[in-house]
Structure formats: C-alpha cells, structure tokens
Nanobody
C-alpha cells in the first residue's frame, strides 16, 4: 500500500523556521519525483515545490523561492521541506504527493502567527 505521511507542522512566529518531513512507503521511492502542495485557508491548492527522483531537478513557486528548500534522502524514503523566514501568508495545510499527484499524504498544519 502506497503511503505518504507528513509531519513537522507547528505554530511559529513570523520570521521563524520549520522543517516538514514526508515519509514514503509502499513503492520504489527513488523512481518518483515528489511534490509539496499547500492549501491556504479557504482557498484552493497551491503548488509549492518539486524534486526529481535524484534531486537534480528542483522547482519552486515564486512565492517561496529563496525561503523554502526541498530535499530528499532516498536511503530514508523521505522528502523534506525546510522553510525559513515564514510569513503569515504561508499558513496552510501542507501536503506531499508523488509527482503524478496520484497519491497524497494526510497533510500537516503550518500556522504562522504572532
């Protein structure tokens, strides 16, 4: 069974940092690119970042470029999203998915507020 499990969400003050994790199982992890997508309050889903199977191809949304870093450890079947200089507008539920968007995790809540 394919599973993606996010963790690391929290309440953080503006300017703070968090690292989200996405632990994968049930498939050959290093055959797949992984995406992070977020759902802002009351809004639709917003794509955040992509990483290829070998980490050689990475893309970021303009809204997070320079503040967020996506990475992966294929030995641990885990993708990370390091988030720095967080802003209130980063408040969202963050999901990881396979790059085909066929399997998703349950999401982890990030709240940026003073």
């Amino acid at each position: 069974e394919v599973q993606l499990v996010e963790s690391g969400g929290d309440l953080v003050q503006p300017g703070g940092s968090l690292r989200l994790s996405c632990a994968a199982s049930g498939f050959t992890f290093d055959d797949y690119g992984i995406s992070w997508v977020r759902q802002l309050p009351g809004k639709w889903l917003e794509w955040v970042a992509d990483i290829s199977w070998n980490s050689e191809i990475i893309f970021y949304a303009e809204s997070v470029k320079g503040r967020f870093t996506i990475s992966r450890d294929n030995a641990k079947n885990t993708v990370y999203l390091s988030m720095n200089n967080l802003k209130p507008e980063d408040t969202a539920v963050y999901y990881c998915s396979r790059a085909e968007y066929d399997y998703w995790g349950q999401g982890t809540q990030v709240t940026v507020s003073s």
